[in-house]
């Protein structure tokens, strides 16, 4: 790639700095594009790039007449010269002593050096410059040297953000400019937003007179021995070497054919197919297909496929994925050409271990789904949630109860913790305390004044797993109810909140698809007068719980055998010590769905797992999105003691020393993926996943038998 990486820092490779230094004299403008192409790939090499190259990129413009003079060869020779003069650049460390930026600008271009200082040693960790564009061009001089430092901030952010550091400039005028108080008084909007971005990093401006000072303080950096070269040699060779045996070679049928030769199991098969006497036994796998079988010197064949020894299966397995088919596809390629006996087998094991394939392909079976216990009565248990923002501005806060399936809403700009509590509380006044809430992740429910609050009224809170919106299903899907009626508020051009409020009335005085009954009626024990005329009967509003019950378990039943047979859903087999991967949040085209470092499974209570990274950093999250992976241990059962011998002949890295970095054992059989990708902020998240999953759809005290006969007696009730 044109660097070189040793115990010192990267610097170019020697092939890069002799292409640059046999680099003839351009012609035309087409060859001086070229040769800038070249040296920009190693500008971070190069201080003062954006000046020096500037009499050359005169010649690429638009129209320009291609002249050479003394001013383009002088800007010729020095770029040439520069990258093999240029020292070695330092490795950024997060524990430096100091950290500077040293900034300047010209008429013509921006340059910025980042210095790392190390126990009284210091670095360059990179050079960086730019030209100035004609607009940019016309700037007054503090204007150049201050977009000199924003530039800069916007070039090496990754290494300044989150950190103490210096900017070193020679222009005085630079101190006063960034500063808080001259965001009140200056008058320049440009500079007012360079300061706007300034802002979120932690720096001191240093002023240091006359750029002398500025080369002064570049003199006194480490240079790196020219004598390192031949360490660079070293280490470049090693990479070859590395990248070299890292490419799958050729499988021929002189390799084969000499296998072949020592394979004891092929040799058994000539033998049989030569004396035309077969042990069925001992040949039990080549006895059905002997009719096939036929040989040619030293190779088996069947039909027209080799038969390969088992020392090169795992070569022949790695050259058939190595475009990464997928398990239908390496069997076709490998069908089509050779055979042994379980190869169909072998393929699936080995597509199946495939890192790459494991964290970029989708997910398989979820999970059965597991339904929520109903309360015993109303307002005990309650769901919240947020819905939001609308175009308005405005958020609904949605609380819902799980046995009435009654709700209440609030509309609000204000989506605080403390405006949460005033709702909660305006609610309570009219229904009472509930036993517990359900919540999401929000800031505003896992703030501590939310949670000292409900800590302080006695009311239990369980939040969902990270990621995993299925788990609040109910208040979700009022949620998209809600939306529906929002939209067409305004698709009639009425006003929203009023029409808002007709849809709640309407809910809570319909009778509901799952229970029957109206969710005011099981709330408050009557029912609600509306616009509708009714005749009032003492017995219509005598409900039994027992047919409440019923009905929602028998619905609840019903959706569940539809879901799980629809999503093909399976038990997980998950267990404690399980390497399993992570799913991932997509943030663009080239994300895969997994993250690519394994991770443990410690902890496991219904379909909610805690899996820890290789940092210790715990994670709750839900197996609904699980597949079964295999690890490269899987991978080498397929050719046995053999693999370990081979690897290296076929271009593979053992997968143990990959991971290593990831201090992750690969003992595990077993690599398994899970959904989710935010983390537990405590010990109770576990405790909570415990007692919401311990209650499943029928009950702790119900039996089978009792559970068919509930589902008969409801089969028939609503029949009825």
């Known amino acids: 790639m044109g660097h070189i990486l040793s115990r010192n820092g990267i610097g170019p490779t020697q092939e890069r700095v002799k292409d640059m ?28 790039l954006a000046t020096i190259s500037e009499p050359l990129r005169k010649l690429t413009k638009k129209n320009e007449t291609f002249r050479w003079g003394k001013e383009q060869k002088e800007s010729f020779e020095k770029l040439k010269y520069s990258l093999s003069e240029g020292e070695t650049l330092g490795y950024y ?29 210091s670095r360059v960790i990179s050079y960086a410059s730019r030209a100035l564009s004609e607009t940019e061009k016309k700037y007054s001089t503090t204007e150049k040297e201050g977009l000199a430092v924003v530039w800069a901030f916007e070039k090496f952010h990754l290494y300044l953000y989150g950190i103490d550091f210096e ?39 240093k002023y240091l007179p006359g750029k002398q000072n500025i080369a002064d303080a570049l003199s006194r950096l480490v240079a790196i021995n020219k004598s390192e070269f031949k360490e660079r040699n070293v280490a470049e060779e090693f990479v070859r070497f590395c990248a070299q045996e890292g490419t799958p070679k050729a499988l021929t049928t002189q390799e084969i054919e000499k296998e072949a030769k020592v394979d004891t199991e092929l040799s058994e098969v000539r033998n049989c197919l030569q004396q035309a006497k077969w042990n069925q036994s001992v040949m039990s796998a080549y006895y059905p297909v002997k009719n096939e079988l036929s040989v040619i010197g030293y190779l088996v064949m069947r039909g027209r496929r080799i038969i390969i020894p088992k020392t090169l299966q795992a070569k022949c397995l790695q ?42 392909s989708q997910f398989s079976h979820p999970e059965p789904l597991e339904p929520t216990k109903l309360p015993t009565g109303p307002w005990q248990y309650l769901a919240i949630d947020l819905l939001g923002p609308l175009p308005s501005g405005h958020f609904v806060f949605v609380v819902i109860d799980y046995y009435s399936r009654y709700y209440e809403i609030d509309i609000t700009k204000d989506t605080s913790s403390e ?46 797993t990270p990621l995993y919106p299925a788990a609040n299903g109910e208040v979700e899907r009022q949620n998209r109810s809600l939306m529906k009626r929002i939209r067409i508020a305004q698709a009639d051009a009425m006003d929203w909140k009023r029409e808002l409020r007709k849809y709640i009335m309407a809910y809570r005085t319909k009778p509901h698809s799952v229970t029957g009954v109206s969710p005011s009626e099981l709330l408050f024990k009557r029912k609600i007068r509306t ?27 019903k959706n569940k055998m539809y879901i799980d047979e629809k999503r093909n859903a399976h038990e997980s087999d998950l267990k404690t010590g399980d390497n399993v991967l992570v799913k991932q949040q997509y943030t663009n085209k080239m994300t895969t769905p997994f993250i690519s470092t394994p991770y443990k499974l410690v902890d ?77 902020e405590s010990e109770s998240d576990g405790e909570e996943a415990r007692l919401f999953h311990s209650s499943l759809m029928y009950g702790n005290n119900d039996t089978p038998d009792k559970t068919r006969n509930r589902v008969k007696s409801t089969s028939s009730l609503v029949s009825n």
Not at 177 to 192: D, G, P, W
Request: aromatic share 6%.
């Open 21 to 48: 230094l046999n680099a003839t004299e351009p012609t035309n403008g087409s060859e001086v594009k070229s040769f800038l192409g070249l040296v920009n790939y190693s500008a971070r090499y190069i201080p003062n």
């Open 319 to 360: 050259l058939a994925h190595e475009g990464h088919l997928g398990i239908v596809g390496t069997k076709q390629m490998l069908r089509s050409k050779v055979w042994w006996p379980n190869m169909d087998k072998d393929v699936e094991k080995y597509v199946k271990s495939c890192h790459g394939c494991q964290i970029t």
């Open 167 to 205: 900017i070193i400039t020679d222009h005085k005028a630079l101190e006063s400019l960034y500063n808080t108080k001259c965001l009140k008084t200056t008058q320049n909007a440009r500079i007012q937003r360079w300061m706007l971005k300034l802002m979120s990093y932690n720096y001191q401006i």
């Open 419 to 464: 405006k949460m509590i005033d709702s909660l509380e305006n609610m309570f006044l009219r229904h009472g305390l509930p036993l517990s809430i359900r919540s999401d992740n929000g800031p505003q429910f896992t703030s501590k004044l939310f949670k000292q609050y409900l800590e302080d009224i006695d009311v239990k809170h369980i939040r969902n």
């Open 531 to 557: 616009k509708l005329p009714e005749i009032y009967c003492e017995e219509d509003v005598t409900t039994l719980d027992e047919e409440v019950k019923d009905r929602d378990m028998y619905a609840k039943h």
């Open 604 to 680: 496991k209570i219904g379909n909610q797992c805690v899996v820890q990274s290789p940092e210790g950093v715990q994670y709750r999250r839900n197996t609904t999105h699980k597949d079964k992976r295999r690890s490269e241990k899987d991978k080498k059962q397929i050719a046995g003691d053999d693999w370990n011998s081979k690897s290296t002949q076929c271009g593979t890295v053992d997968f143990d020393v990959s991971l290593t970095s990831f201090s992750v054992s690969t003992e595990d059989t077993r690599v398994k993926t899970l959904t989710g990708m935010r983390m537990a």
């Open 93 to 121: 460390r997060l524990d430096a002593d100091k950290t500077q930026l040293i900034t300047d600008a010209s008429n013509v271009g921006l340059g910025a050096v980042l210095v790392q200082e190390n126990k009284g040693m």
